[in-house]
């Protein structure tokens, strides 16, 4: 959908205001986007007149209109005048200020977000901290003493705050050297504040003619239309616009969305659903679009600048996973592109050493990483990446301790080239991006002027606060559709308009008063959010220049929000009320309704997997996976399909399993049978299990360093000494025995499939007898050993790979905090305390009346299960649908699609 390349002709008194502008006239406007819209239409204007060059107009928003002649001012005065701070600097002296008065915040950035606001409030209706209405306690009294701070450190510095502009200028216009202009216009002005009023009437008795300008008429008429919810009225007024451009592209459309900061992603997203839906495909490349946002993102969202900020606070130390992965994935650094699937390898190790952030440092050892025995690189190798990390590795070592912020940005600067950043060819959007960072290191470079020395920490987060307060949109060609704040609509004009969320509870709206100014104060001033009276008022303009902004106006609301219900705001009720298919909308006619729709349905024919080729290696998880859903095993044995390792503080349930594991492996190589467990006393039995916990923490730190760190290390210990402890009570009350195996690992075969164990132990009995022991600190039971398809076939396949002495039992060893205990199936009693159980598991009961039995049921499962497997098995059949799916924690969801199949079946 391509925008038009021409706008209308302009009303005559528009046309009058576009001769004014070419005779020298200043036009100005309360926001950037209405000047942007004005200075367009003044040069169409001009080319319809046969014109190729012309004047600049002077058409500036109001604050830039100050700042210019107060830079004007300053270059042509005799003497000295104050500094006008940028916004950042102001910032850092509110910081200032609070640390110097001792105030503690919770939010100390919210705090100075307030207080700036406070202060250009202040000055908007010509207060002065000093003036003796604003309270000495409470919260205004808090605000009076910091404000005077602030303007203390200000004036220390000879500086004055943008708020402070209109005084300043109005206080004496003649002996500031600026050349004043003829006439000033005044368009989108709903309301003046004070401090504007008084300077345009300086600006009057100077001789300056001041003109405003109401919008035109344009003689259209409201309609009022409800949708179900918030989501579906976005999707009628995209629909709306679609239908308007199809019919003539050239007219200019506009939605209006009151919440658009929170809902920038949701709007953006439908209007490319609507308008573009090839932009929605992966990797689609960008594009002119028909429609264009007034609301830009935190500089900071950016990908470019999100990837330098990451760069930056590796070098001051570690880096949390997440921000790791962001790095490592980005294509802004050296190799990104080139990398990508090495880099995507990398962030698998990283999950794999369980550790939740990294130095620079870290980052370097694994991506140069070998592997010991070959020599060849790790498939995780990455020599682009490794080469900018040594670069900055080098530059780490030399960084300064503390420094100017003009210094730091040096160091940004060799830091970021050293990486690559943004080294690769850039389009449009990229570009714009780059030159933002820019002046955004520029703005940083100024902080000179209020702090001298700060800390690489103090740097990055002041940086990082700055990218975050910038809100940046790229610049693209004008576009026919619009989409606008509440506020932003005042004095553009368009063909079409729809408005949405105008609800009772959000119109007229009630903004907050300010919290740093008596109230009192603010209602006899009459300050915004003060006096209902006064919003109410507001709401009405608003809403009658809303009306009066487009040919066709069309005011939305919801029904219902959540559970809430809603009903439309009562300033409308003057508006006929029309429904969506009265204006030919249709909001469940989407695209993806109508693709569904018009499916065809084809049969499916069960088509099984190709069958094993040679040999398939596996463990127990094969088994377990192949009887719980065959596709399961299919897709992780066969596909390599697994999910992303998760990570998180500490250790997580498996790692303590597998250090309780090694702790017990360690002890019992010491200890060898029962009979030197028994001659212990209980202080030597300590010992010896403190110095297996110790091996068995001293073995995880040396595989992943810096997981533990040392407070939780000694909980550590601690536990896994008590839980071993309580366990060797258990070991004495057993009929003798020796430990034959500890973490044996052999190998069994069924068909093609080989598969290899890891037993964790197996004892002998004093007849010759084993019995294999699994080690758990789960929740387990036997009775998933049996069946046709096991839920737990791990230890009945244990059973099958020891054939060279006879078998008295499998069991679990279970070490829980809530319980320990033996869980298993024995050839007969008192060969394990607790085994048999006296109470259920009938299952358990009739496999030890049947020992030799039970052994030969068990391998024939295994080799049913394997022979499945191997002939290519690999149905969506979960043994107990979804359950299935919830207790074994599977991931494949997405791959079977078995809440589709689900669903499916129950419409059937």
């Not at 003619?209 to 918030?230: K, Q, T, Y």
């Not at 820019?438 to 690489?456: C, E, N, P, W």
Request: with cysteine; charged share 25%; net charge neutral.
């Amino acid at each position: 959908m391509s925008p038009p390349t021409t706008g209308p002709h302009p009303s005559p008194a528009r046309e009058a205001l576009f001769r004014r502008l070419s005779e020298g006239a200043t036009l100005l406007t309360p926001g950037a986007r209405l000047s942007r819209s004005l200075r367009e239409a003044y040069g169409q204007w001009q080319r319809d007149q046969g014109r190729q060059a012309w004047t600049t107009p002077a058409i500036l928003p109001w604050q830039s209109w100050l700042e210019q002649l107060w830079e004007e001012a300053t270059l042509a005065a005799p003497r000295p005048l104050p500094l006008l701070l940028e916004a950042h600097q102001a910032r850092l002296l509110w910081k200032q200020a609070i640390r110097e008065s001792g105030i503690t915040a919770l939010h100390p950035g919210a705090l100075v977000d307030q207080l700036q606001k406070s202060w250009q409030r202040l000055h908007d209706w010509r207060l002065s901290p000093d003036d003796s209405r604003l309270h000495d306690d409470g919260d205004a009294g808090a605000f009076r003493e910091l404000a005077g701070r602030f303007r203390r450190l200000c004036r220390q510095r000879d500086a004055i705050t943008p708020a402070e502009l209109p005084a300043r200028l109005a206080g004496a216009p003649g002996d500031l050297c600026v050349s004043l202009p003829a006439s000033v216009e005044l368009v989108g002005f709903q309301l003046l504040t004070p401090a504007q009023a008084h300077f345009l009437e300086v600006l009057e008795a100077q001789g300056v003619a001041v003109r405003h300008h109401e919008p035109d008429e344009h003689g259209g008429r409201a309609l009022r239309c409800s949708a179900a919810d918030p989501r579906q009225e976005l999707a009628l007024a995209c629909a709306w616009a679609r239908r308007a451009l199809l019919e003539n592209p050239s007219r200019r459309l506009a939605i209006v969305v009151p919440d658009l900061q929170r809902r920038r992603a949701e709007v953006a997203h439908q209007l490319d659903k609507v308008l573009e839906p090839s932009a929605l495909l992966p990797g689609a490349e960008p594009r002119r679009r028909a429609w264009n946002l007034s609301l830009g993102r935190p500089l900071a969202e950016h990908a470019p600048v999100r990837t330098a900020l990451d760069l930056l606070s590796l070098m001051q130390g570690p880096a949390g996973l997440e921000r790791v992965e962001s790095l490592l994935r980005s294509p802004w650094i050296a190799g990104g592109d080139e990398e990508r699937f090495r880099r995507a390898q990398l962030v698998r190790r990283l999950r794999d050493t369980g550790r939740p952030d990294f130095r620079l440092g870290d980052l370097l050892h694994h991506a140069t990483a070998h592997d010991p025995a070959s020599g060849e690189p790790r498939p995780w190798h990455c020599p682009r990446l490794a080469e900018a990390l040594s670069r900055l590795k080098k530059l780490q070592q030399e960084g300064p301790g503390a420094c100017s912020p003009s210094a730091w940005v040096d160091h940004f600067v060799r830091w970021l080239e050293a990486a690559g950043w943004m080294a690769q060819n850039l389009d449009s959007h990229h570009y714009q991006v780059l030159e933002r960072w820019k002046r955004l290191l520029g703005s940083f470079r100024a902080l000179d002027l209020v702090t001298q020395r700060m800390t690489l920490g103090e740097a990055l987060g002041e940086l990082a606060a700055m990218a975050r307060a910038t809100l940046f949109q790229p610049r693209t060609p004008p576009a026919p559709l619009q989409v606008l704040g509440l506020y932003e609509v005042t004095g553009l004009e368009f063909d079409g308009l729809w408005v949405l969320g105008l609800h009772e509870a959000a119109w007229p709206a009630s903004p907050p008063p300010d919290p740093f100014l008596p109230l009192s104060l603010q209602r006899e001033l009459g300050m915004p959010g003060a006096d209902p009276g006064r919003e109410l008022e507001l709401a009405r303009r608003w809403t009658a220049a809303l009306e009066n902004a487009a040919q066709q106006v069309i005011f939305s609301h919801p029904l219902t929000s959540g559970s809430e219900p809603l009903a439309p705001s009562p300033l409308l009720a003057h508006c006929p009320e029309t429904r969506a298919a009265d204006l030919g909308l249709d909001p469940s006619g989407e695209w993806e309704a109508r693709i569904r729709g018009e499916a065809a349905l084809e049969p499916l024919h069960q088509d099984p997997a190709p069958p094993v080729a040679g040999r398939v290696s596996g463990g127990a998880g094969l088994f377990r996976h192949q009887a719980a859903c065959p596709f399961r095993a299919f897709a992780e044995h066969r596909l390599d399909a697994a999910p992303f390792p998760t990570v998180h503080p500490g250790l997580d349930a498996a790692q303590r399993g597998s250090l309780l594991h090694r702790t017990l492996e360690i002890l019992w190589g010491a200890l060898g049978d029962q009979a030197t467990l028994l001659a212990l006393d209980k202080a030597a039995l300590a010992r010896e299990v403190d110095n297996a916990v110790s091996a068995a923490l001293a073995d995880l730190e040396r595989r992943q360093p810096g997981l533990l760190g040392p407070r939780a290390r000694n909980l550590e210990a601690r536990r896994l000494s008590a839980r071993v402890r309580e366990w060797l009570e258990l070991e004495k009350q057993r009929a003798p025995f020796r430990v034959a195996a500890r973490e044996l690992r052999v190998t069994g075969r069924s068909g093609p499939v080989e598969y290899r164990l890891f037993i964790d132990r197996v004892d002998e009995l004093e007849d010759g007898r084993r019995i294999l022991i699994d080690y758990k600190t789960g929740r387990v039971s036997p009775a998933g050993w049996f069946g046709e398809r096991p839920d737990d076939p791990q230890l009945p396949l244990y059973s099958t790979v020891l054939e060279e002495a006879p078998l008295a039992g499998v069991a679990i060893a279970q070490l829980r905090a809530d319980g320990t205990g033996f869980h298993g199936v024995v050839a007969e009693e008192k060969l394990l305390p607790g085994l048999p159980a006296r109470r259920g598991q009938p299952e358990v009961r009739q496999a030890m009346a049947d020992w030799p039995g039970t052994l030969e049921r068990w391998r024939s499962v295994i080799d049913a299960l394997a022979g499945e497997f191997a002939r290519g098995e690999a149905r969506v059949d979960p043994k107990k649908g979804t359950r299935t799916c919830e207790e074994l924690y599977c991931e494949l969801a997405p791959l079977c699609r078995i809440h589709a199949r689900e669903e499916e079946a129950g419409d059937e």
